[in-house]
């Protein structure tokens, strides 16, 4: 069964911190997978997108990593800040067709505290 | 210049009716979706809609039916309207539904049913 289970569910941190959040995943056969934010009463935005030969990709304070051996990835935020309290949601594709799945995780709700 | 625009922003109705909730996308995509986000916040997957062909069809009731007039529009109607309808809907669209592709999200419509 093609499942994302994330990692912690919430997370409090300090601003200026830094945190690393987890997703493990079991789908089959493997596509691509992303991290979106959701601030909290919009939509998600997408944060990185990593294929299976991509092990880490960076955007600003945020780096993803991926590894296909143990189906596992995190999202690690340097030097947080208020702005990053939000739901970080791991996202992964399976299969390559156009009738490929989908499947989201349930989130991490992340705070930064001042 | 919204790029993927989402109407009603609210919707409170009472069971039993009929309801119709609009996106419309200015990317110039092809392919658009419709997710249901529930109170616990997972967001899944119901409707994609490829050059006006439905391509998943994630085991929802079939009270609720996707309608495309064109590729920019998607819109979700949804009969006898039922207490477990009430979730925040997201529309959002992506250029090819290939491996790797970026799915840009509307800001959601909360959808209470009485």
């Known amino acids: 069964k093609n499942q994302v289970e994330q990692s912690p569910q919430s997370l409090i941190i300090l601003e200026g911190k830094n945190c690393t959040l987890q997703c493990n995943y079991t789908v089959s056969p493997f596509s691509n997978l992303r991290w979106y934010k959701q601030d909290t009463g919009r939509g998600p935005v997408s944060l990185t997108i990593m294929t299976f030969s991509e092990n880490t990709k960076s955007n600003g304070r945020y780096t993803a990593t991926l590894d296909a051996d143990t189906k596992q990835s995190s999202l690690h935020i340097t030097a947080s800040q208020l702005s990053d309290s939000a739901s970080y949601i791991c996202v992964v594709s399976a299969g390559y067709s156009s009738a490929s799945k989908i499947i989201f995780g349930s989130g991490t709700r992340l705070s930064i505290r001042p | 210049d919204t790029a993927v625009s989402q109407t009603p922003k609210y919707l409170v109705t009472q069971m039993g009716n009929d309801k119709s909730i609009k996106c419309e996308q200015n990317l110039g995509h092809d392919t658009m979706y419709w997710y249901k986000q529930d109170s616990k916040k997972f967001l899944k997957i119901m409707f994609s809609y490829n050059n006006k062909e439905l391509i998943i069809n994630e085991t929802v009731p079939n009270r609720f039916s996707p309608k495309s007039p064109d590729k920019a529009h998607l819109n979700l109607h949804i009969n006898s309207l039922e207490l477990g309808d009430s979730a925040v809907y997201f529309c959002?669209?992506?250029?090819?539904?290939?491996?790797?592709?970026?799915?840009?999200f509307g800001p959601g419509t909360r959808l209470l049913v009485l």
């Open positions: 959002a669209s992506s250029q090819v539904r290939t491996r790797g592709e970026t799915q840009y």
